[in-house]
């Protein structure tokens, strides 16, 4: 049997790549502020700044567009999909945005009020600033392995029972509800097992807490419970979601992962308590019930998309992506999150420039480095992302410096695996040249999508 797993589709379409030189990156680059996200999208070589919305969507999805029904209300491409996301999560309520953080905003500014508290394993960066732009506090309680980059466990996403149970003792009252994001983002794309999911419900439902998952990969997750819970090998993909979906009590949905689109989102819901209030909230702000903000084409394409993702040779090629990257990088002696994650590999910045001190921070050092070297654009999960400026001019500083690689569905090929690995352990090996940055100017709430720096 052969050990190479390949690519469970064929090329039908192609885009150019605009080749760049070393001394054309460096202008670019000072052009943008020494900030990746600055960047034209033209002047990248691989654009591995997420794996949002930045897919290639397949033949079926491409067909599918062309049925779509731009009807402002009641449009049959709203119950094409509406169909789809109650097979998959059983979920009654569904209320279709453009893309997560609008789901994510919808439900914090309805449901949530100031001074609350919201427990996950690990909030990403929009849903952590849409929770504290609404006055309420964004509790991490990962597993203690989760923030540790080298250690080795199946399940690193997993949420801290003990630290759950005693924050809801102690603050119970304030916590309109419980979340997790499958999988876990900021911890290295890490899954949640279904018996730690199974746990963290019973412990809310018990103090009478709603659980809503972040589900935008929810699929990825699955595979991996399949892959290495016990008892889980015979399932399917399509059942260990809906086991998921069924201890929970809702979802946001940034159809954009999983969802295989370019564009797309949900809520969907158990119970029909705050559902009257979200639509209102979505025309007042997205769109008619039945479009939410999307065209009937969009939605056409989200509903093949999560029929598609559920497909387990496209997800063990998925997951095989991200390992072959970190069995190259293991050889070169390059750190990153262990074990691999499903959507990206995690660089550990403090292991590729251990010279860094904190405040030039390492690990958007190491994305600047990264674009200058090759071209190869990735996005810093650490201190410029997850620190903080406080009122007096001191910094507090992120537990990890990360450097996301993270690979959109279906673009990339092999040979695309191999330049970056060659190009990241020739970087590892000249770290004594990588120089740090000052942020010069900063927005109040993710700065990092807009900052500006200079070199330190």
């Not at 599918?64 to 109650?86: H, N």
Request: net charge neutral; proline share 4%.
């Amino acid at each position: 049997m052969p050990k190479t797993l390949i690519e469970p589709f064929r090329i039908k379409s192609v885009e150019p790549i605009r080749m760049t030189t070393r001394a054309e990156r460096e202008r670019l680059l000072e052009e943008a502020r020494l900030n990746v996200f600055r960047l034209r999208a033209d002047d990248v070589l691989l654009d591995w700044l997420t794996d949002s919305g930045t897919g290639a969507m397949s033949a079926r999805q491409w067909a599918a567009v062309m049925q779509g029904d731009e009807s402002y209300a009641g449009a049959r491409s709203y119950y094409r999909v509406e169909a789809v996301v109650r097979d998959l999560t059983g979920y009654p309520h569904f209320i279709p945005v453009h893309q997560g953080r609008a789901a994510e905003r919808l439900l914090f500014g309805t449901v949530c009020r100031r001074g609350q508290l919201v427990p996950s394993n690990c909030h990403f960066d929009t849903t952590r600033a849409l929770l504290e732009f609404n006055g309420v506090e964004a509790v991490d309680l990962v597993i203690a392995e989760g923030l540790q980059p080298q250690t080795l466990h199946p399940f690193k996403g997993n949420i801290d029972l003990e630290r759950v149970e005693a924050l809801l003792q102690r603050d119970g009252a304030r916590v309109p509800f419980g979340m997790i994001t499958i999988t876990n983002n900021t911890g290295g794309g890490q899954p949640v097992s279904l018996e730690n999911l199974r746990q963290y419900a019973a412990l809310l439902h018990r103090h009478g807490k709603p659980l809503i998952l972040d589900a935008c990969r929810f699929a990825e997750n699955a595979m991996f419970v399949k892959l290495r819970e016990p008892g889980q090998g015979d399932r399917t993909v399509k059942e260990i979601a809906r086991e998921a979906f069924d201890l929970a009590d809702g979802c946001t949905m940034s159809a954009k992962k999983d969802g295989l689109v370019n564009t797309g989102g949900f809520v969907a819901l158990r119970s029909a308590e705050w559902v009257e209030a979200l639509r209102d909230m979505l025309i007042l702000t997205e769109g008619f019930p039945t479009y939410g903000g999307l065209a009937g084409r969009d939605l056409e394409a989200m509903a093949v998309g999560l029929e598609e993702v559920v497909d387990e040779a496209y997800l063990r090629y998925r997951l095989r992506t991200a390992e072959y990257l970190g069995e190259k990088l293991d050889a070169a002696g390059v750190g990153f999150v262990r074990p691999t994650g499903g959507h990206a590999v995690y660089l550990d910045a403090r292991t590729v420039l251990p010279d860094l001190p904190v405040e030039r921070y390492p690990a958007w050092a190491l994305c600047n480095a990264l674009y200058l070297a090759g071209g190869i654009r990735g996005v810093e999960i650490g201190s410029v992302m997850f620190g903080r400026r406080q009122p007096d001019g001191r910094e507090t500083y992120h537990s990890m410096e990360l450097v996301r690689l993270a690979f959109p569905r279906r673009m990339y090929t092999q040979s695309h695996f191999d330049f970056a690995a060659e190009v990241i352990a020739e970087l590892k090996a000249e770290a004594a040249s990588v120089r740090g940055v000052r942020i010069v100017k900063q927005a109040p709430y993710l700065r990092h999508f807009t900052c500006e720096c200079e070199w330190a």
